[in-house]
């Protein structure tokens, strides 16, 4: 059965603190990215990446770290850095370009 | 310039109505147009997409419309149910951009029953 997954679904954060946001896929896709979603804001794209061991920043990179160590995942950390990390953040994968395929979501809430 | 503008932000249809969401864009390089339904707490679904080289696609009641000379395109849900109800995101590839798909921001749909 193909397709993304990302764990938790739910994920609480204290101040200060460092998460990681999982990201899997067996779709064979080469490129993966993460993106930021709050209300009233669309998509907004943290970091992708095109190929194993190689990622970009994307418009909203600051407080965030990846790693592509493995084709099919995507691990995205939340730093201490990042200010108001509250969100739902969505992990995509794509052939090199066109359609993307989102994975489930993690919501993210710092108390 | 980068940007996919959408609207309206948000609209709301009588059940058995039809539900139109535009877009536009300025770079001439974008040849690829999908569409994504998404439902609350859920990630993204491609609905439809649409190449330049036709100016219509119709999958079901979802229709996309393409204006290549006015670099818009729009989505017209026909016989519009509350099942229909969710967020709709509009994008463009331009095929060679490393960082993928441009999104509009987004239209939040309430089909009323």
């Known amino acids: 059965d193909g397709g993304i997954t990302q764990s938790p679904k739910y994920l609480f954060r204290k101040e200060g603190q460092n998460v990681t946001l999982s990201c899997e896929q067996n779709?064979?896709?080469?490129?993966m990215y993460w993106y930021r979603q709050d209300p009233g804001q669309g998509l907004r794209l943290i970091y992708y990446?095109?190929?194993?061991?190689?990622?970009q920043k994307g418009d909203i990179a600051e407080g965030y770290s990846v790693s592509r160590e493995k084709k099919e995942s995507f691990p995205l950390t939340v730093t201490s850095a990042q200010k108001n990390p509250t969100a739902f953040y969505l992990c995509a994968s794509s052939i090199l370009t066109g359609v993307q395929f989102f994975g489930p979501g993690t919501r993210l809430t710092v108390l | 310039q980068q940007q996919v503008k959408q609207s309206p932000q948000s609209l709301i249809v009588q059940k058995g109505g039809i539900s139109i969401i535009n877009c536009a864009y300025e770079?001439?390089?974008?040849?690829?147009f999908p569409w994504y339904q998404q439902f609350p707490g859920k990630g993204p679904a491609l609905l439809i997409a649409i190449r330049p080289d036709v100016s219509e696609k119709k999958e079901g009641r979802f229709t996309i419309s393409f204006n290549k000379s006015a670099k818009q395109f729009s989505l017209h849900i026909m016989d519009s149910q509350p099942g229909d109800s969710a967020t709709y995101f509009c994008a463009a590839d331009s095929g060679g951009g490393a960082d993928g798909l441009t999104f509009g921001k987004g239209t939040h749909l309430i089909i009323q029953p």
């Open positions: 770079n001439t390089a974008f040849d690829y």
């Open positions: 990446s095109q190929i194993v061991n190689d990622f």
């Open positions: 779709l064979n896709h080469d490129a």
